[in-house]
């Protein structure tokens, strides 16, 4: 088993977790914890994958130019038709 060594607050937040009965231990809390924390990396991995998609495209000349708020914003408007 880890050891764990929080700071006061830490603790203190931990156990108005527990009082209050979200959690039923200090074990349940960490690991609800940790389950944020994988899935908060989870997003932070897919962005970076979909950032360098977008360097790549453009790179590539894969990108579209508009004039204007209005083009892009038809062009978007036409392309969410096209979905449906």
């Known amino acids: 088993m880890a050891i764990i060594h929080l700071d006061e607050t830490e603790n203190a937040f931990i156990e108005e977790q527990v009082k209050s009965g979200s959690y039923k231990d200090a074990d349940e809390v960490v ?5 944020l924390l ?3 990396e989870a997003k932070i991995a897919k962005l970076r994958a979909l950032i360098q998609e977008g360097e790549d495209d453009f790179a590539a000349g894969r990108f579209m130019e508009f004039s204007s708020a209005d083009d892009l914003t038809a062009h978007i408007i036409q392309r969410s038709a096209e979905k449906r």
Request: hydrophobic letters at 25%; charged letters at 60%; proline letters at 0%.
């Open 31 to 35: 690991r609800a914890g940790l389950r």
């Open 38 to 40: 994988r899935k908060r």
